[in-house]
């Protein structure tokens, strides 16, 4: 027992939680992608260079970045992953197979998803672009800075919204029956049920959704890297500034950058997905106990 | 907290049963009040089926027909498109690299899952208990990648198979909760009558807990599978070396080099998303039980 135990143990911490903690570490080193360079402490370093003047520009535009992708892709995800439930949820001939077609994308992967959707927005004769001829307009989709960062939270939903709806599924399943039937009798309307009976009695999903749906898309930036490539300033997300500021965004230059800095912007992220995992949990438990 | 999330573990079931066997029992047509509804699914098939249909369509054209009619129904399917971008792209050995990555991590995590999740269940060590939680936090961990990086560096395992092995094996999420959850299901006594029997742990871990547990094994599998199969970014930093590159990073570069050929490009994205739609046939129950049993606990 114990040798299978800690072998387990061993493969899970050598490669899953010392990385993990050691970005703490490596935070305050000047670390650099090449070994055999000496590495030193270099204390708040990373963390003050993060907040200067030279990076703050580029920083506050991921922060941003990442704060408006990931509310808007939740907001969306969690509103027509309500919808879409609720209607499945109803007596519908083929039904199981809708619910599996709207599952699907999370089989697909970003690759995948990021080139049909790249094929649909192929700014010369897409479908999109067809569309947008009919009435004389024309875009250049995920090139146009204004634009591409909507695109990719449309992706995001697309592909996740499949999670959200499985889970509301399950949510409305367990409200027992007998509770629509009660308030039918006493003259509820469908709105009213909803709003006293199916809203209420969903409030565990939705903090499940709500929060596996916020600390997912605080994390994720896979669709914006494939969509956009890593140094598109209108899809820069923190996590792709990880990933820019360690590797340099192309594969093979990975060479001199410091990553000391990138772990601290990694610290600041998982700051941040704390803080906002943490206040949404405390605010959605209030609420479960409250409805 | 745990009386909510036991509502949504039973009726976890009855979600994959509907989701797998058709339930439709009504014999006359959709009554008025239902033809919204109806309405409104159309809508949704037609956004997640339309795009995939628009893929199909582009596969088959030529370069000559996309320039003229790039939206329209393709006129002269182009077959050879197929088999021209599997050549092109060297697909056959990214997907060997793929096969290899996700059996051999998915397996491996399967195995963490395992041998953590059963005795941390049972409290068979001492102070196992106590791991629980690290279940639990293995799910909110930091952004890694430059450690990650560093680490496989430092051990000479950069670039190499078995780093990147190690790597998504131990990307197990929700693997070892799940697991620690379904073990708790299994009866105590099968575990006493065992070592009354004089069984030992490796022998009754494999040949009883394996075979009972295999639903909730293949759910773990499945879920750490799709993951790793779809992985980009960790193959990106941690294998420059192209052939041994994941289909993922094969695709990507593909992209890359040929991405005015839409044709030969939506073909090698067919080529790609085939497997996947066809293994979803089969994995999609394993997944639903594996994505409602991780937000309940999660």
Redesign the interface.
């Known amino acids: 027992?114990?040798a299978?135990?800690g072998?387990?143990?061993a493969?899970?911490t050598?490669?899953?939680?010392?990385?993990?903690i050691?970005?703490?570490v490596?935070s305050f080193t000047d670390?650099r992608?090449l070994?055999g360079i000496p590495v030193s402490w270099v204390g708040l370093e990373n963390f003050e260079a993060f907040f200067s003047r030279a990076h703050l520009g580029d920083n506050l535009n991921a922060l941003r970045n990442t704060l408006v992708f990931a509310i808007f892709s939740t907001v969306f995800q969690i509103g027509l992953g309500l919808l879409?439930a609720i209607?499945?949820n109803?007596?519908?001939?083929?039904?199981?197979f809708?619910?599996?077609?709207?599952?699907?994308?999370?089989?697909?992967?970003?690759?995948?998803t990021g080139?049909?959707?790249?094929?649909?927005f192929?700014p010369?004769?897409?479908?999109a672009a067809?569309i947008l001829s009919v009435f004389g307009a024309r875009s250049a989709f995920f090139g146009d800075p204004a634009l591409a960062l909507k695109l990719v939270i449309f992706v995001q939903v697309?592909a996740t919204l499949g999670?959200s709806v499985?889970?509301f599924?399950?949510?409305l399943?367990?409200i027992p029956a007998e509770l629509y039937e009660v308030s039918a009798i006493d003259g509820a309307s469908p709105r009213q049920q909803f709003r006293h009976v199916t809203f209420p009695l969903l409030?565990?999903?939705m903090t499940?959704?709500v929060l596996?749906g916020i600390?997912n898309a605080l994390?994720s930036y896979?669709l914006a890297?494939?969509l956009t490539g890593p140094i598109n300033k209108s899809t820069q997300l923190l996590?792709l500034l990880?990933?820019t500021q360690?590797?340099g965004g192309v594969?093979?230059t990975?060479i001199s950058q410091t990553?000391g800095y990138?772990?601290a912007i990694?610290?600041v992220?998982?700051f941040l997905?704390?803080v906002i995992?943490l206040g949404t949990l405390a605010y959605l438990?209030k609420r479960?106990a409250r409805l | 907290?745990t009386g909510?999330?036991t509502?949504?573990v039973?009726?976890?079931a009855?979600?994959v049963e509907?989701?797998?066997?058709?339930?439709?029992r009504?014999p006359s047509g959709?009554r008025p009040r239902?033809i919204g509804?109806?309405v409104?699914?159309a809508i949704?098939?037609l956004?997640?089926?339309?795009?995939?249909a628009?893929?199909m369509n582009?596969a088959l054209k030529s370069n000559a027909e996309?320039?003229g009619n790039?939206?329209g129904l393709v006129h002269h399917p182009q077959w050879g498109n197929f088999a021209e971008a599997w050549q092109k792209g060297n697909f056959g050995s990214y997907i060997l690299n793929s096969i290899l990555y996700t059996v051999a991590g998915a397996g491996?995590g399967t195995?963490?899952a395992?041998?953590?999740g059963f005795?941390v269940a049972r409290g068979?060590?001492r102070g196992?208990r106590w791991?629980m939680p690290l279940f639990v936090v293995?799910l909110?961990?930091?952004?890694?990648?430059?450690?990650?990086?560093?680490?496989l560096?430092?051990l000479g395992l950069y670039d190499t198979r078995l780093g990147y092995v190690?790597?998504v094996?131990?990307?197990?999420g929700v693997g070892p909760l799940l697991f620690h959850g379904f073990a708790k299901s299994i009866p105590r006594e099968l575990d006493e009558a065992a070592a009354m029997d004089g069984i030992g742990?490796?022998r009754y871990?494999f040949t009883f807990i394996v075979p009972l547990s295999k639903p909730a094994l293949t759910t773990v599998f499945m879920l750490q599978a799709?993951w790793i199969?779809?992985e980009?970014?960790l193959a990106?930093?941690l294998l420059?070396d192209q052939s041994k590159a994941p289909l993922?990073l094969g695709?990507?570069n593909f992209?890359g080099t040929y991405s005015n050929q839409?044709g030969l490009?939506?073909a090698a994205?067919v080529i790609?998303?085939a497997p996947?739609?066809i293994?979803?046939?089969f994995?999609?129950r394993y997944?639903?039980a594996g994505?409602?049993g991780g937000?309940?606990k999660?």
Do not use: D, H
């Open positions: 027992m114990r299978s135990f072998l387990g143990l493969i899970l050598v490669f899953g939680l010392v990385p993990a050691g970005v703490a490596v670390i992608g070994p879409i209607v499945l109803k007596q519908l001939k083929g039904r199981n809708y619910r599996s077609v709207v599952f699907m994308p999370t089989v697909l992967g970003v690759t995948v080139l049909i959707w790249t094929l649909f192929n010369s004769g897409g479908p067809s697309w999670i499985i889970i599924l399950a949510g399943q367990s409030a565990p999903s499940a959704n596996l600390v994390q896979q890297y494939v996590s990880i990933y360690g590797f594969p093979g990975s990553q990138a772990a990694s610290m992220q998982f997905v704390g995992a438990r479960e | 907290m909510q999330s509502v949504v039973r009726t976890q009855s979600v509907t989701a797998t066997t058709s339930r439709a009504r959709p239902q509804s109806y409104f699914v949704v098939m956004a997640f089926l339309f795009p995939l628009f893929l582009t996309f320039a790039p939206v491996i195995f963490i395992l041998v953590l005795p068979y060590l196992s791991l293995v909110f961990l930091p952004n890694a990648l430059i450690t990650q990086f560093q680490l560096l430092r190690c790597m094996a131990a990307g197990v742990y490796w871990l799709v199969w779809n980009i970014i990106t930093v420059p993922t695709l990507f992209q839409w490009l939506a994205t790609v998303a996947l739609v293994a979803y046939v994995m999609q997944l639903v994505i409602l937000a309940v999660g």
